[in-house]
């Protein structure tokens, strides 16, 4: 079994930063992708940033561009999602993703139960 566990949400002002992390554990082999999505009441879920293992590929959707930051620690299997300069249109329910290679050398999608993220004054 492989789960993604989430931590860092909260309640934020505009202008404040929060640091999500998602640690992947169980029977993984290697992880390819990882990195955050979310999903806003009412909104679809969206991606807000991807990593290649290597680190060597970020994505960002525009809307975050220059305000988050996503990083890796392999050895911790481990991603991180900076968030600075927040707007209440970043509040969401917050949702980690990984593309990971099993011990048994099946690959999956896995994601986390979602951490609150919630930017209000």
């Known amino acids: 079994q492989v789960q993604l566990v989430e931590s860092g949400g909260g309640l934020v002002q505009p202008g404040g930063s929060l640091r999500l992390s998602c640690a992947a554990s169980?029977?993984?082999?290697?992880?390819?992708?990882m990195g955050w999505y979310r999903q806003a009441p009412g909104k679809q879920r969206e991606l807000v940033a991807l990593?290649?293992?290597?680190?060597?590929?970020?994505n960002y959707t525009d809307s975050v561009k220059g305000r988050f930051t996503i990083s890796r620690d392999n050895a911790k299997n481990t991603v991180y999602l900076q968030m600075n300069s927040l707007k209440p249109e970043d509040t969401a329910v917050y949702y980690c993703?990984?593309?990971?290679?099993?011990?048994?050398?099946?690959?999956?999608?896995?994601w986390g139960k979602g951490t609150q993220v919630t930017v209000s004054s």
């Open positions: 169980g029977s993984i082999f290697s992880i390819y992708f």
């Open positions: 993703y990984a593309d990971i290679l099993r011990t048994d050398k099946r690959l999956y999608d896995y």
């Open positions: 990593m290649t293992s290597s680190g060597s590929t970020t």
